[in-house]
């Protein structure tokens, strides 16, 4: 063999070493990035009991005076029995005049009933009552990724910037992640 192709060989030779340790060690070195697959918003719903007023017209009964409506009764009496002594004569007035009280004190007594009921005032009163307010609130982000071949989920606080997550030594590189990684197969 001559001395160029021998010199030939061991350049080659060396060349193919030197590819080989730096794809050896690229190997043992491991990937940059993990690739992100899919990113899913964790949501929870926070509910608040909030307190709701609203103001109503309340009808009030007036507090009666004369509760068995005496009064009532006597004016309608009196004047049943003025009317009833209008009619007729002898015993006929006589019975008229009491037909006459009987029936004004009973009318006397409703009128009164009936005025007594629709005496009436309104007040506006506050009501309120507890309603239960909801809505959605993000607590983080499940992160599904691949690296090394594996697929794996985490959970973050924020979504990844982009579509690859920095690995370094094997590990993700997060400074917001919640959790640490599960392999998923």
Do not use: W
Request: proline residues 3%; positive net charge.
């Amino acid at each position: 063999m001559n001395k160029s192709m021998l010199t030939g060989i061991a350049i080659g030779g060396a060349a193919a070493l030197s590819l080989g340790a730096v794809a050896g060690y690229q190997a043992l070195k491991g990937p940059e990035y993990a690739e992100v697959l899919q990113v899913v918003a964790v949501k929870e719903t926070i509910k608040t009991p909030e307190k709701v007023c609203h103001d109503i017209q309340v009808t009030h009964k007036r507090a009666v005076k004369d509760e068995n409506r005496i009064a009532g009764t006597v004016v309608g009496g009196l004047l049943g029995g003025v009317l009833g002594n209008q009619v007729g004569g002898g015993n006929g007035k006589k019975l008229a005049t009491v037909a006459g009280a009987a029936g004004g004190a009973y009318a006397g007594n409703q009128v009164q009933k009936n005025m007594q009921d629709g005496d009436t005032y309104t007040s506006t009163k506050q009501r309120c009552v507890t309603e239960t307010k909801s809505h959605e609130k993000t607590v983080g982000y499940d992160v599904q990724y691949r690296l090394d071949g594996k697929t794996a989920m985490i959970r973050m606080d924020a979504p990844p910037a982009s579509d690859r997550i920095p690995v370094k030594d094997g590990q993700l590189q997060l400074a917001n992640a919640a959790v640490t990684p599960k392999f998923a197969n």
